[in-house]
């Protein structure tokens, strides 16, 4: 622990210490999504108070509580993460039973969006406990407050596509009817797929969010088609999570028509006959359609 996060925790009791904390409660508690400072206050007093600590890992969650001085004994971190939740609330409810107080923390940021805790969450209120969620750090709105996006239509948060090629072109096609903006997420290992299988949106705006708030973070607006070539630029641009926002699009239902009618006509007939073709049906332009179909074409 550092002397700022030694100032931080006296701060946080002064802060939250004299608030009320109710027994036999499940604490949602948002983490840093990569810069330790941007813990909360409230965040360091719960996590210093509770009696146990329900993680997604309890050794990157140990390490995080080391940086802040909360060093706690492995008795009190219950590992609860997706391939054990169902099983491993019940552990959390007998505590909750017990009068115990306990936090849940995800790996980074905020609980139960993209990372584990919903179902802890369900089972907990199920059980007649109460839930008392912990705002903070999020990637999802991270980015779309450094996207420029006017909000007018609203956002969808959409998280993971598919990872497996035709279901992921499946999910594109349906980002292409959505005319409002929309947050995707991904991995570094599938993010070169990702833009490949987006290029079929053509000029419509991405924001990419490469290692947010760490030190190397990165914040890019360009079209979807030139997402790929971007990104090939440089090496250090694969590295690190990504969240993406693809942004609102007044026209995106046209859009959605014509590429739908690429995706029926590219497998039965040459390239410019089916961008031919689907520029009459839709009305989009001829332009627009071709470089559509060569994304088509390249991620297949």
């Known amino acids: 622990m550092t002397a700022s996060f030694a100032r931080a925790l006296d701060a946080a009791q002064d802060a939250a210490g004299s608030q009320n904390h109710p027994a036999s409660t499940l604490y949602v508690v948002a983490t840093p999504i990569g810069n330790l400072a941007d813990i909360s206050l409230r965040a360091l007093h719960v996590l210093r108070s509770v009696d146990a600590v329900a993680c997604e890992d309890t050794r990157h969650t140990q390490q995080l509580l080391r940086a802040y001085g909360l060093d706690r004994p492995g008795s009190q971190l219950l590992a609860v993460h997706q391939h054990n939740e169902a099983e491993a609330a019940q552990g959390v409810i007998d505590k909750l039973a017990q009068g115990q107080r306990v936090a849940y923390v995800s790996d980074a940021g ?38 420029g996006m006017t909000g007018d239509s609203g956002f969808v948060f959409r998280g993971f596509l598919p990872s497996k090629a035709t279901e992921r072109q499946h999910a594109v096609q349906a980002l292409a009817q959505e005319p409002r903006a929309v947050v995707l997420l991904e991995a570094p290992h599938r993010i070169e797929a990702l833009a490949q299988a987006l290029a079929v949106l053509g000029e419509r705006r991405v924001t990419l969010g490469r290692e947010l708030t760490k030190q190397f973070e990165q914040i890019e607006t360009l079209p979807a088609q030139d997402l ?10 694969l590295r690190g999570e990504f ?58």
């Open 110 to 147: 905020t609980p139960a969006i993209s990372d584990p805790g919903a179902r802890l969450v369900n089972a907990v209120r199920a059980a007649g406990y109460r839930v008392l969620p912990l705002p903070g750090a999020s990637s999802v709105i991270t980015v779309l407050s450094a996207s």
């Open 228 to 237: 790929s070539a971007w990104l090939a630029e440089k090496p250090e641009r």
């Open 243 to 300: 969240a993406l926002v693809l942004h609102d699009a007044a026209v995106a239902a046209a859009g959605g028509e014509g590429l739908r009618v690429l995706q029926l006509l590219l497998p039965e007939l040459p390239l410019k006959t089916a961008v031919k073709l689907a520029a009459e049906i839709s009305g989009e332009s001829k332009n627009t359609l071709y470089d559509q179909a060569l994304a088509l074409k390249k991620s297949d």
